[in-house]
Structure formats: C-alpha cells, structure tokens
C-alpha cells in the first residue's frame, strides 16, 4: 500500500484556477497516497480579516466571494458540493450580520475567518474532480483534529488528534483546511498566520506520511532573506533544529511550529517551487 505523501499549497499558490490544474498534474506526477491541505485563495484571508474588524466593509464581500470562487470552479453552486457551499456562505453573512449590528465575539470572527479554508477546499476538490480526480473535501474540526487553546491556539494537539481523528472518512484523495482545528472548549480555535503549515505537519505526523511538501512560490529558504533585497540561493538541506531556529528568526518560509510534529517520526519536509 503507498504511503501517504502530504501536500501543502498556500495561498500564492491558489491565485487563479489554472493553479488548481497544475496542482491536479503534481497529484498524478508524484509518487505515493496524496493527501492535500489548502489554504484560502490568494488574498482572502485578509479580506475576511478586515470584514470581520470593519462590519461596514462587508456589505459586497459575500457576493465577492461566491463569485470570485465560482471563477475558480465554475459549477461549484451547482454540483455535489452544492449543499456546503451553500451552507459556508450563508454562514459567513449570518455571522458577518451579527458582527454588524454590535454582537462582535471571537467566535463569530473565527467562524468567518475559516470560511477561507473552507471554500478553498471547496472549490479545489470540485475543479479536481472535474479533472477526473476522486477529491473529497474535509474540514480539519469535522475529521478530529484538536488544538491547544480556546479561541486561538499556537499549535495542535497531537496526542488528543490522534485519539480522535476519523481516519476512514478520509476517502479518495483528501482536500484538507489549513490553520484551524477544534479548540479545547469544543469551539473552532484558529492558529496564527501561516499555521497552515503546522496543520499540514500534524496531519503529516497523524497519518504516518513519509513526506511533507510544502508547495511555495520561491524556491527554499534563502541564505539571505529576500527583505534584504538580495538574491540568494536557496539551502539545499536544513536539519530539524536549524530550521526551527530560523523561522523563529523571520524566516517567513516556514511557520515556527511546523517542525514540531515531524521531529519524533523523523518525516522530512520538501519546499518546491
């Protein structure tokens, strides 16, 4: 039986549909069982940020969203996917109208801030199937996966996801959210920015994947930080702990906690272009 190789595709890599296609020719060319995480597309997150702080923003965004996602997967408010697509956008107004009429809480803003991850994975796993890709969407919360905190939390909950985590029900090929799981309250909690890494990571670890990629738009960790406006070439191998120490230090490539989960199984990380 092949073993499970994960895939991380970030925002960047999510700016047009045609991304998706290119994302479908990885999933035949690469060796082993994919299982997919997904952020939101490109730019999403921080349109939902500043919806959720500025209720007077909101008035367009829903209508945006559904079609800007549409453009991705065209058919996606007419196909199997129907009935959740539905159900994400009629949450995100409900809750956008609570946030407007002075009823703002962490939950709401969770609530819609998830909304990214979900609609992407949404709308990945519709253009893949019309591709001829068996792709199955999954919410992290709703397959089991556990993070430490309420609210917010820094980092998943190994021990408690792998108590929990429905592993039968990831099917086919599986379009995972990034960035949030369920909290210890039993509410949705949401990581910090990049977090997407660390879930991709702890599914890495829960699956006993023998890779994790993380697919970006640069090629690797530079040996200067790109800021500096140099170009320099990328570090063809890190150590564990080397990488660990850089993204505490900036390295904006890596989020600080991604390593964490691979560190005991020993499953390498690949960064690809």
Request: hydrophobic share 40%; glycine share 10%; charged share 25%.
């Amino acid at each position: 039986m092949d073993e499970f190789i994960v895939h991380k595709f970030g925002g960047s890599c999510l700016r047009e549909g045609s991304d998706i296609d290119r994302i479908a020719n990885i999933i035949r060319d690469t060796p082993g069982k994919p299982l997919v995480v997904v952020s939101a597309l490109w730019g999403m997150t921080d349109r939902l940020i500043r919806a959720a702080r500025e209720p007077h923003y909101a008035g367009r965004l829903v209508n945006d969203l559904k079609s800007q996602h549409l453009l991705f997967a065209p058919g996606l408010d007419r196909g199997d996917f129907k009935v959740l697509f539905d159900k994400v956008i009629s949450g995100i107004s409900k809750e956008l109208v609570k946030m407007s009429i002075g009823e703002p809480s962490l939950h709401s803003e969770n609530l819609i801030l998830a909304a990214g991850e979900r609609l992407s994975a949404l709308a990945v796993a519709h253009r893949l199937r019309t591709l001829g890709i068996e792709a199955h969407p999954f919410g992290a919360e709703d397959i089991g996966l556990k993070v430490k905190g309420k609210g917010r939390a820094s980092q998943i909950d190994i021990k408690g996801s792998s108590e929990s985590l429905n592993r039968e029900e990831l099917v086919g090929i599986p379009i995972l959210t990034g960035w949030f799981g369920e909290g210890e309250d039993g509410n949705l909690a949401i990581l910090s920015r990049g977090g997407s890494d660390h879930s991709a990571a702890a599914f890495a670890n829960l699956m006993n994947a023998s890779k994790l990629i993380l697919w970006k738009d640069v090629d690797g960790i530079k040996i200067l930080n790109p800021r500096w406006g140099i170009d320099s070439p990328a570090i063809p191998y890190l150590g564990y702990g080397q990488a660990s120490e850089l993204s505490l230090h900036g390295t904006p490539i890596l989020h600080p906690a991604t390593v964490l989960p691979l560190v005991e199984k020993g499953i390498p990380i690949e960064i690809k272009n």
